[in-house]
C-alpha cells in the first residue's frame, strides 16, 4: 500500500489531528503522552530522539521507543535530532514500525544543539536538508515531517518552508519564532509568519507559540489557517489545556503518578513534570519545593503530592468571602494555569512575599539590593553570593590587567617577556630560555641535560676505559703509517 501524503495523510492517518503536544526533550515520554491523550490531545510526538545514538546502542531504542509500544499511544510521530542523511535514515528505519510519521527536528535553539549541528542550527544549510529528506522520503515507508523555526524575514520563511515541501516534507510545523528567541528572549512568537507559510505550501501546516489555553488554539487557528496548534510549555503546565479546563494541581498529579506505576519513566522526569505542575503553588509552599528535589522514590513523591494536597484544602477552607488571586494570576495557585516567563530586565519575584514560608529563598530570586545599585543576578552567581556575602560583581571594582603584547589576554606579572602563558611558553621554548615567573625553565632543564651528558661520558669501568685506550693507541698508529 502506497503511504499517504500530505492532506490525506492528516486526515486519515492523523485523524486530522488539531490539538498536538510537542516534542520535548525527557519531558513528553509516554505516561504524559497518556495523560495529554485523557485530556484532549489528539497526536503526540516523543522526545527529540539522537540519531546516531538510535542507530548504535539498543538501550536507546528499548528505552525510549520499543518498550514504549501501546496501543492507546497513537497517532504517534518519532522526532530524530540528525546532520547526516544517511545516519537520519537508517536511525528511521529502525523507528518507522513504531510510529505513524517521522519528524526531523529543525527547531532546537539550544546550545547542545549549536555544539551537535543539528537543529535550528541547520536552517541555512538547504542542500543538506534537500538531500535528508529527498533520502528519507524514497526509503521510509511512513511519511516525512519538520519542525522548523523562522527566520526574521517572512520571505526567506516561506522559500524555506517550500523548499521542504518540494524535498519530500509532508507536514510542517511552524515555530514562530527565531533560534535567537529562547529562555528570558523568548518574546511572543509570529502568527504572522505562520499564515505566510500557511498560504505558500500544499501541505498541512501546525502552529507552534503563544498557546496558553483553548481560546489561543481556537484564536491561533482562526488568524493563521493552520491544521492544527502544537503546545509545549502551556500542556507542562496545564494538561487539559486541550479540554478548556483548569484542574486543581494535585487532581492532574494523582493521575499523572498512577500512569507513571503503569509505564515507568526514570524519576528525573516526574520531579520535572511536577515542578512545572505545581509552580505557582510551590512559590507559597516553598518547603515542599524542597522536599521534592530530595525525594529518591516514587512513593517519595506521591507522599509531597499528598502533602500540598492538605496545604491547599487547608487554606481553601480557611479563605475569606470574595478573596482573588494574588499577583495577578488568573486563577488561585492550586488551579492548573500558564507561567509568564519573565523577560530579561524585568524584575519580579515569583507570587511576592506573602502567603509563603519564610527562611526559605525563592526558586529564582532575580532581584537583589548590591552596594546601594539594584542588579539581575544570574542563578549561578546568587549562589556564589550565598556563599560568600561580602562577594560584588560590579564590574568596576574587577582589577585591571595588563595585557600581552602578542594577543591580548592579560600578561603574567613576573613575566620576563611582559606576555601571558601561552605566549611566553612559545618564546621561551623557541629561544631556549626560562621564565621563572610562569614556570617555564626551558633553558635550565637544556643545561642540566648537556651536563649529565658529560658525566655519562666520564664514568666508565676500567676494563672499557683501558680497551679504550688501546683503541686510540692503534688508531693513531694506523694514522701515522699512513702518512708516512
Request: a positive charge; proline letters at 5%.
Amino acid at each position: 500500500m502506497p503511504k499517504l501524503r500530505g492532506e490525506a495523510f492528516w486526515r486519515e492517518t492523523l485523524r486530522s489531528a488539531h490539538y498536538v503536544v510537542a516534542p520535548m526533550v525527557d519531558q513528553s515520554e509516554l505516561a504524559w503522552r497518556l495523560l495529554s491523550r485523557r485530556h484532549g490531545a489528539q497526536l503526540c510526538y516523543t522526545p527529540m530522539l539522537h540519531a546516531q545514538v538510535f542507530l548504535r546502542d539498543a538501550n536507546y531504542r528499548r528505552e525510549n521507543l520499543y518498550d514504549e509500544a501501546c496501543p492507546e499511544d497513537r497517532p504517534l510521530i518519532v522526532q530524530f535530532c540528525a546532520n547526516d542523511p544517511e545516519v537520519f535514515v537508517q536511525a528511521a528505519l529502525l523507528a518507522q514500525d513504531y510510529c505513524d510519521a517521522i519528524d526531523l527536528n529543525l527547531g532546537c535553539p539550544q546550545m547542545i544543539a549549536k555544539r551537535g549541528h543539528y537543529g535550528a542550527f541547520l536552517q541555512e544549510e538547504w542542500d543538506l536538508l534537500q538531500r535528508m529528506l529527498l533520502l528519507a522520503n524514497e526509503k521510509l515507508s511512513v511519511p516525512i515531517t519538520c519542525k522548523i523555526r523562522v527566520f526574521p524575514d517572512i520571505d526567506k520563511t516561506v522559500k524555506y518552508a517550500q523548499m521542504l515541501e518540494k524535498a519530500g516534507c509532508q507536514l510542517l510545523t511552524v515555530h514562530g519564532r527565531t533560534k535567537e528567541q529562547k529562555g528570558p528572549l523568548a518574546g511572543v512568537a509570529s502568527w504572522e509568519h505562520i499564515q505566510a507559510v500557511r498560504k505558500a505550501v500544499n501541505i498541512p501546516v501546525f502552529a507552534n507559540g503563544n498557546i496558553q489555553c483553548l481560546s489561543d488554539v481556537e484564536e491561533c487557528i482562526r488568524k493563521t489557517g493552520v491544521h492544527g496548534v502544537m503546545s509545549a510549555e502551556g500542556n507542562l503546565h496545564n494538561p487539559a489545556l486541550f479540554e478548556g479546563r483548569n484542574p486543581l494541581v494535585w487532581e492532574m498529579a494523582e493521575e499523572y503518578l498512577e500512569i507513571v506505576r503503569k509505564y515507568p519513566c526514570p524519576l528525573s522526569y516526574v520531579r520535572a513534570h511536577l515542578f512545572k505542575l505545581w509552580h505557582h503553588t510551590l512559590q507559597v509552599y516553598q518547603q515542599l519545593r524542597e522536599e521534592l528535589a530530595k525525594v529518591k522514590t516514587l512513593e517519595g513523591i506521591v507522599d509531597v503530592n499528598r502533602e500540598l494536597k492538605l496545604r491547599c484544602q487547608e487554606e481553601i477552607a480557611n479563605q475569606k468571602e470574595g478573596e482573588k488571586p494574588k499577583e495577578g494570576l488568573p486563577f488561585f495557585h492550586w488551579i492548573c494555569q500558564p507561567y509568564i516567563r519573565p523577560g530579561p530586565k524585568e524584575r519580579c519575584r515569583e507570587n511576592g512575599d506573602s502567603g509563603t514560608e519564610k527562611g526559605v529563598r525563592g526558586k529564582r530570586a532575580l532581584e537583589e539590593e548590591e552596594d546601594g545599585n539594584s542588579e539581575l543576578l544570574s542563578k549561578n552567581k546568587q549562589k556564589k553570593k550565598l556563599r560568600n556575602p561580602n562577594k560584588s560583581f560590579d564590574p568596576s571594582l574587577k582589577p585591571k590587567y595588563a595585557k600581552c603584547d602578542q594577543c591580548g589576554n592579560p600578561k603574567g606579572t613576573k613575566c620576563v617577556f611582559n606576555m601571558c602563558r601561552g605566549c611566553c611558553k612559545k618564546r621561551a621554548f623557541k629561544e631556549v630560555a626560562d621564565c621563572p615567573g610562569h614556570g617555564l625553565l626551558f633553558k635550565t632543564k637544556y643545561e642540566k641535560s648537556l651536563s649529565w651528558q658529560h658525566s655519562q661520558r666520564g664514568i666508565q669501568t676500567p676494563e672499557i676505559s683501558q680497551r679504550g685506550d688501546a683503541e686510540v693507541e692503534e688508531t693513531a698508529v694506523l694514522k701515522e703509517a699512513g702518512d708516512s
